[in-house]
């Protein structure tokens, strides 16, 4: 159980091209999910709280305007990258937490990640 | 300012014998915390966790040890096996903060036969 599935797993697009990335919990309900970006070699960096049917919670530094954030059910959270440029290439994961379970709501499962390459 | 940190960026050790992966936190606020194994270019998958009223979590080869006066949590990994090489994260999540998770930096774990 606690699949997360990100679609796609990479692309490449051109610099001031948009780029969509999905998060679907597969068998679960997430009403918040979480997207973070790696650089290689780094730690993950969480960029924003998505959650459902409300705006996201962007962290400190993040552009709220260039990273759209759509959580439209509770099932699917998706990131816009807009008008990307090479410095946003990156490793993008996402996680969805599970929503009820005491403790183990604190715990997250991430989903495989998507490498953008922006030429 | 790191929240969660992780000063040994890689650590071997040979197989059959105990790694032992430490992290260190500054944030007395966290109440929950947890380690992640990543392997490249894939999701960090989840290992074991523990919360701040306990000092010790077993979970089959994976041991984790809570030090809340130090602010200082250890993962024993015994005994290491080769698919234990990966790099694994420390992280940290407060309840006050809508349990968001501070990852550290992560250590690179090569175990050698």
């Known amino acids: 159980g606690a699949v997360v599935s990100q679609h796609p797993s990479w692309v490449i697009c051109k610099s001031g091209t948009s780029v969509k990335i999905e998060c679907r919990s597969l068998?679960?309900?997430?009403?918040?999910m979480f997207w973070y970006r790696q650089f290689p070699k780094q730690s993950l960096m969480l960029m924003a709280t998505?959650?459902?049917?409300?705006?996201?919670?962007?962290e400190q530094g993040v552009e709220k305007d260039k990273f759209l954030i759509n959580h439209a059910s509770l099932t699917l959270s998706t990131l816009t990258v807009t008008s990307a440029h090479p410095e946003d290439s990156s490793f993008y994961i996402c996680?969805?937490?599970?929503?009820?379970?005491?403790?183990?709501?604190?715990?997250?499962?991430f989903g495989p990640g998507t490498r953008l390459t922006v030429t | 300012d790191q929240q969660v940190k992780q000063n040994s960026p890689s650590l071997s050790v040979q197989e059959g014998r105990i790694s032992i992966l430490n992290c260190d936190y500054t944030?007395?606020?966290?109440?929950?915390f947890l380690w992640y194994k990543k392997y490249p270019a894939e999701g960090p998958t989840f290992l074991i966790s523990?919360?701040?009223?306990?000092d010790k979590n077993e979970d089959g080869r994976f041991t984790v040890f809570l030090n809340k006066s130090a602010k200082h949590l250890s993962l024993h990994i015994v005994p290491s096996q080769p698919g234990d090489s990966a790099v694994y994260f420390c992280?940290?999540?407060?309840?006050?903060?809508?349990?968001?998770?501070?990852f550290g930096s992560g250590t690179r774990l090569s175990i050698r036969p």
């Open positions: 068998d679960f309900q997430a009403t918040t």
């Open positions: 992280a940290a999540s407060a309840r006050s903060s809508a349990s968001k998770i501070i």
């Open positions: 996680s969805a937490r599970v929503e009820g379970q005491g403790p183990l709501s604190y715990e997250q499962y």
């Open positions: 998505s959650n459902e049917g409300s705006k996201a919670t962007y």
């Open positions: 944030n007395s606020m966290f109440d929950y």
């Open positions: 523990i919360s701040s009223i306990k």
